[in-house]
């Protein structure tokens, strides 16, 4: 097998591999917001030439292979689930263009003959392929906040990390970080300060590529690194075949105790994971879309304005096509960021809302526009004073926080974009109340539109539903009387509204029934009970958990319905993709 590899070009060969399983290639291009999704059409093994299909209506297409090369990443989801994560990214491949029809191109690609990347100072890029593992931990502001990931490629110069697109947030382009430390399979590990020299969206699925120069190193610091490049480039040639002398794994990739135990839980996650259904993928994209939107906000200075409007299209089209999947699906984004989260969730109501109102109703999409981008603004806030958004804060981040709004407002100046009125009434006045006890502009009465005091009581309600900077998650039945007993604050006939639409027991809300059982509640009949549940767990067995939807008829069973819990009281968790 070895000899027929070394006959093959490495990267076609490698290519070819991750074809196999189910997969997404994405063309990007640093002065673009957004990838572009392709397919491969031709793929020749010997010669390494390859032929990429592309539909595009757009008349900028250029820009994704100026200079006569394209950069693209390759994801390809393995296993039984499909949900085991391989990638191979290649920057700069030689590429010639050719357009087919209107909105159809062909991209000729010449692969290159090593899988080794010189780099510009000299060094050579090692890419972390076939499997190849080693995990990394970007210590962002010193003692304070750690950012895990995978490693992508490594070289004497630096590395490429493969982060949650969540964790991306505290992190900024020519940032200094007091420490990057590497851990490889057998448990050996380097450490080294670095600059973030890039960052960008990696694939499809909720995470961003950074690249880390290695900074001060000392002697024996490079000493150990050229050792690690040097190990990693003997496994890369090993596992691509390009070396039939290499017989045998390197010592640095063989598993040791530790990574034996973290791949057996992350196989058994993944396993759970594989069962999530469509529309809770489809929600979970829009949040992923939203975070790379904020990336290209805060780290290019660009608007992704097509990015934000297809995260609004994409939910106004998931509350069509079935509305009561859509709310279930809207619950498991409980472990994702509470900015994101929050900002999903209630764009995802107030479509359900406007939409059941009027389906034709002309300011749905800005509503739903503004709705997304208004918490946006809590992140751009993110530095070392206010190192995260999921800590219980201090009331000096509190304070910083609370100008959000204004933050997001100059951002928005910044990048030159105009929200129509309708979008900006939303961006501004989200937080205000009829009482002036609102932010950050104290208005009151008639200075607030019918749209906000909608959207205000979607929010407090949400919010109160939700454990948040120290404050527990409250029962619907609680958080309705709350915000009933804020005296003027809210609108009570929007209030009642909201309890009519979605009851007592809303769809996506954890139930506990009096024979020990928790159950997500998946629908609800016309009295507001619940019809269908998804069951999660036996509190007399709490260490194991179960799976299992349940109709009407086989309810009672379970017990009687003793009221709507926290899940994290619980320990139950939602599973992110």
């Given at each position: ?389 999921k800590v219980n804060m201090n009331p000096d981040q509190k304070k910083i926080l609370s100008g959000h709004v204004t933050t997001l407002r100059e951002k928005l100046k910044k990048l030159a974009w105009e929200p129509s009125p309708t979008c900006r009434d939303v961006i501004e006045n989200a937080n205000e109340r009829l009482d002036g006890s609102g932010y950050p502009a ?85 009295k507001g009970m619940p019809n269908q549940v998804h069951i999660v767990k036996n509190l007399r067995f709490p260490e194991t958990n179960i799976s299992s939807v349940i109709s009407q008829s086989d309810i009672s069973q379970i017990g009687k319905l003793e009221g709507i819990v926290n899940p994290l009281d619980y320990g139950v968790k939602v599973l992110k993709i």
């Open positions: 097998m070895n000899s027929l590899a070394q006959h093959q070009n490495p990267s076609a060969n490698i290519i070819r591999s991750l074809l196999k399983h189910t997969n997404e290639l994405s063309v990007y291009s640093k002065d673009m917001p957004y990838a572009l999704t392709a397919e491969v059409i031709e793929l020749d093994l010997s010669n390494g030439h390859m032929v990429l299909g592309i539909e595009y209506a757009g008349l900028d297409i250029e820009r994704y292979f100026s200079h006569g090369s394209v950069s693209f990443d390759l994801e390809a989801l393995k296993g039984a689930h499909t949900m085991e994560r391989e990638t191979y990214s290649l920057s700069n491949v030689a590429a010639k263009s050719q357009k087919s029809d209107s909105t159809h191109y062909r991209l000729r690609c010449q692969l290159p003959e090593s899988v080794f990347v010189q780099e510009n100072r000299g060094a050579v890029r090692i890419p972390f392929i076939l499997g190849m593992l080693a995990r990394v931990s970007l210590e962002v502001y010193s003692n304070n906040l750690n950012v895990p990931g995978r490693l992508r490629n490594l070289s004497v110069g630096g590395c490429m990390v493969d982060i949650d697109l969540a964790d991306s947030i505290a992190i900024s382009v020519n940032q200094k970080i007091p420490g990057v430390s590497l851990e490889f399979p057998n448990g050996e590990s380097f450490f080294a300060e670095g600059k973030i020299c890039h960052m960008r969206p990696f694939g499809n699925h909720g995470y961003a590529a950074v690249g880390v120069q290695f900074i001060n190193l000392s002697t024996s610091q490079t000493e150990t690194l050229f050792q690690f490049v040097n190990e990693s480039e003997r496994e890369a040639a090993y596992r691509t075949g390009s070396n039939d002398k290499l017989t045998y794994h390197s010592a640095l990739f063989i598993p040791g105790l530790k990574e034996k135990k973290i791949l057996q839980r992350e196989a058994q996650e993944r396993e759970k994971r594989g069962r999530q259904p469509p529309m809770e993928r489809g929600v979970m994209d829009v949040a992923h879309q939203l975070q790379v939107a904020l990336m290209y906000m805060k780290n290019r200075d660009v608007f992704p304005s097509e990015i934000l409007y297809d995260c609004v299209d994409t939910l106004r089209y998931l509350v069509e096509q079935d509305r009561k999947a859509f709310l279930y699906a809207l619950a498991f984004l409980r472990e994702e960021l509470d900015w994101v989260r929050h900002a999903v969730q209630v764009t995802g109501l107030l479509a359900d809302l406007l939409l059941s109102r009027d389906p034709h109703d002309p300011q749905v999409r800005e509503a739903m526009l503004g709705a997304l981008l208004h918490t946006v603004g809590k992140p751009l806030l993110v530095c070392e004073a206010l190192p995260s958004l104290g208005k009151h009465g008639q200075q607030i539109s019918k749209l906000i005091r909608l959207l205000a009581v979607i929010k407090v309600v949400n919010k109160l539903l939700h454990s948040r900077n120290g404050e527990p998650a409250h029962p619907p039945l609680d958080a309705y009387r709350i915000v009933s007993n804020a005296d003027t604050a809210y609108d009570k006939t929007v209030l009642v509204e909201y309890i009519q639409v979605y009851g007592l027991y809303p769809i996506g809300c954890l139930a506990k029934y009096s024979g020990s059982f928790l159950a997500w509640v998946m629908d609800v009949d016309a």
